[in-house]
């Protein structure tokens, strides 16, 4: 039987090729044990506070899993999710109206996003329709989602009390 390292490859994920040929990444256990857990303890030590929200228990949230498991943001998303003991929902391909549909029916406090989505939520008519009021909390990453558009959300949504960008 082989024994597994620490050191061992785990994911070969591919770059995105923006500055030229997308390239696999070597990404080794370690490399994602550490992503996960550096992840979880910003969202406890930072994120989660700034909610001021001492009843927050991952365990009675919702997490829309849209974002695309074969890339890094979606699938640590997924093994956050699974990790915290938080209730998935899957969707098999991002679609506005289901996703718009599934906030609504779900309740979710928290959203991890990219910047389209971002922009969607902030300008999309169709928004109107729904009851996005769970939500609190936001992230998006993968991509600059700029402060214009940042700004225009948090004007829109009045009651997300934390938002985060990186890339």
Not at 131 to 136: A, F, K, R, T, V
Request: hydrophobic share 40%; net charge neutral; charged share 15%.
């Amino acid at each position: 039987m082989y024994r597994l390292s620490p050191d061992d490859m785990a994911l070969l994920p591919y770059s995105s090729g923006t500055t030229g040929s997308p390239k696999g990444v070597i990404l080794t256990h370690r490399n994602f044990a550490t992503m996960l857990d550096i992840i979880n303890r910003h969202f406890d030590d930072n994120v989660v506070s700034k909610l001021g929200d001492s009843s927050w228990d991952y365990h009675d949230e919702n997490m829309l899993l849209m974002l695309p498991f074969y890339h890094i943001y979606g699938f640590g998303l997924m093994n956050q999710t699974l990790i915290k003991g938080t209730t998935g929902i899957i969707f098999s391909k991002f679609e506005p109206t289901l996703f718009l549909r599934a906030i609504q029916t779900y309740r979710p406090k928290m959203l991890m996003l990219v910047p389209p989505i971002l922009l969607l939520l902030t300008k999309h008519p169709s928004t109107l329709n729904y009851d996005l009021s769970s939500i609190q909390m936001v992230l998006t990453g993968a991509a600059p989602a700029g402060k214009d558009l940042c700004d225009e959300f948090l004007n829109k949504y009045k009651q997300v009390r934390y938002l985060a960008q990186g890339t």
